[in-house]
C-alpha cells in the first residue's frame, strides 16, 4: 500500500519558548498602560516634554535652538508619542509584523532609558511622566523600569524567529483601530478635559484639605556630616550627625567639630498634594483662605492672550449673568496686569480679578480658559474653553 507524505504546510507554528509569552503578554500590557495613562491627558505630557527641551536647551547649547524650536510642536508630539506606545503595545500582543514590531520598540526604550537615566544622574527632571499623574516615580524608578523593559524586550528579540508565529488575519484591522481611537481620545482629552481627573483639583476635592499634610505623615529626613579633629594626636574623621551621636565621641572632649556640612536630604517625606496655591491681589495682598469661604466662580485664564473673542465674550456675559447672584466670580490670571486690564475693559471683565502662579494654573484646569465653581474650597464642577457654561448652567450647581 502506498503512503503519502504530509504536505508540507502543515508544520506546526514555532513555539515562543519557555517565557516567551508572559513576557510578551507582560511588556504589551505595560505599553499599553503607560500609554492610555498619558493619553488621558496629553497637554500634561505636553508640559512635561516642554521641561525636557528646556533642560537639554540649557544643557547642550550647542543644540539649543534645536530643542527650542521643538517646543511648539510639544503638544502634537505627545499625542503622536502616547498612541504609538499603545498601537505598539496592541500591536505585539496580537503579534502583528512582530519582528518590525519588537525593532521599534527598542529604539522607543533605548531613546526612553538615556532620557530617565540623564534625569536621574544629572537630577534635572524630578518626575519622568512615564505614568502621568496616576503614579509618581523617583527619577531612578524610572530608570529602573526602562532597563528591566529594556532586558525583556531584548529577550524577546532574541527569540523572534520563535515569535514568527501568524497574527490574525483581523490584527491589522485592530491595529488600526487602535490607532484612530487614540487620536480621537487624546484630541477629546485636549478640548474637554481629561476624562479621568487624575489632578488635585477634580470634582469633589476639597482645595484647602489638600494643602494639609495627612495626619503622622513623615516629614523629611536630613544628614549633616560633621568633620571631627582630634585635639591632642591632630588626626582628623568623618561621620553624620547620627554616628556622632551613636558612637557617643561627643563625650571625649578631646574631639572637636572643626566643620559642618549644609543638611542634606536623605529621605524624602510626605508631601502635601497640593503645595503651591496662592492667590494675590494686584496690590499683593494675599487673599488665598478667601477662596475656601463659600461659592466661588474661578475664571482661569494663565494668559490672556490665549482666549478668543467669543470665549472673552462668553465669560463676560457669563459674568454679567451672575450679579446679583450667592456666588463670588474671581478672575485668576499669570498675565502682565497692564495687559489684563486691557482685555478686562474691551470685554467688560467686571469681576476683580487676581494672580497665581502659570503652573498652578495649568494644574488647576488644563484648558486656557476654564471654569471652576468652588464651595467651601471643593470642586464641585469644571469647564473648559470649549463650553463655558451660562450663568443658568452655574445656577443649576
Not at 44 to 50: A, C, H, R, S, V
Not at 262 to 285: H, M, Q, Y
Not at 297 to 312: C, I, S
Amino acid at each position: 500500500m502506498k503512503t503519502q507524505n504530509p504536505p508540507a504546510n502543515t508544520a506546526p507554528p514555532p513555539s515562543e519558548g519557555l517565557g516567551g509569552r508572559p513576557i510578551r503578554l507582560f511588556v504589551g500590557v505595560l505599553f499599553i498602560f503607560s500609554g492610555l495613562i498619558k493619553l488621558n491627558d496629553p497637554v500634561g505630557t505636553k508640559i512635561k516634554l516642554e521641561e525636557y527641551f528646556e533642560v537639554f536647551a540649557a544643557d547642550l547649547p550647542w543644540a539649543a535652538g534645536l530643542f527650542h524650536a521643538l517646543v511648539p510642536t510639544a503638544l502634537v508630539l505627545a499625542v503622536v508619542l502616547c498612541a504609538a506606545e499603545v498601537v505598539l503595545g496592541v500591536a505585539l500582543l496580537l503579534r502583528y509584523r512582530l519582528k518590525t514590531t519588537l525593532w521599534i520598540l527598542l529604539g522607543l526604550i533605548v531613546f526612553f532609558t538615556i532620557l530617565t537615566f540623564y534625569s536621574a544622574w544629572f537630577n534635572r527632571v524630578t518626575d519622568c511622566g512615564c505614568f502621568g499623574d496616576a503614579i509618581k516615580l523617583t527619577p531612578w524608578q524610572s530608570f529602573g523600569k526602562d532597563v528591566l523593559l529594556l532586558t525583556l524586550i531584548l529577550v524577546l528579540i532574541s527569540r523572534r524567529n520563535r515569535l514568527s508565529s501568524t497574527a490574525s488575519p483581523r490584527a491589522g484591522l485592530a491595529v488600526g483601530v487602535s490607532a484612530v481611537a487614540c487620536v480621537l481620545v487624546g484630541i477629546y482629552a485636549i478640548v474637554f478635559l481629561p476624562p479621568f481627573d487624575l489632578l488635585p483639583y477634580k470634582k469633589g476635592d476639597n482645595i484647602a484639605e489638600n494643602m494639609k499634610l495627612p495626619p503622622n505623615a513623615p516629614t523629611d529626613e536630613f544628614e549633616i556630616t560633621y568633620t571631627l579633629k582630634n585635639a591632642a594626636s591632630g588626626e582628623a574623621r568623618q561621620m553624620t550627625d547620627k554616628q556622632y551621636i551613636a558612637t557617643e565621641i561627643w563625650k571625649d572632649t578631646t574631639w572637636q567639630i572643626a566643620e559642618t556640612s549644609e543638611p542634606k536630604l536623605v529621605r524624602r517625606g510626605v508631601r502635601p498634594k497640593i503645595t503651591d496655591f496662592s492667590v494675590t491681589t494686584p496690590k499683593g495682598e494675599d487673599v488665598t483662605q478667601q477662596v475656601f469661604a463659600g461659592r466661588k466662580l474661578l475664571v482661569v485664564m494663565r494668559d490672556v492672550r490665549h482666549a478668543t473673542e467669543n470665549e472673552l465674550r462668553a465669560i463676560g456675559e457669563l459674568i454679567r449673568g451672575l450679579q446679583g447672584k450667592p456666588v463670588e466670580v474671581m478672575l485668576l490670571t499669570a498675565s502682565d496686569g497692564n495687559l489684563f486690564e486691557e482685555y478686562r475693559q474691551e470685554y467688560q471683565l467686571t469681576a476683580p480679578y487676581y494672580f497665581t502662579d502659570n503652573t498652578v494654573l495649568k494644574t488647576m484646569i488644563r484648558t486656557d480658559p476654564g471654569v471652576l465653581l468652588l464651595q467651601n474650597g471643593t470642586v464641585v464642577d469644571k469647564w473648559p474653553a470649549a463650553s463655558i457654561p451660562s450663568a443658568e448652567a452655574v445656577g443649576e450647581k
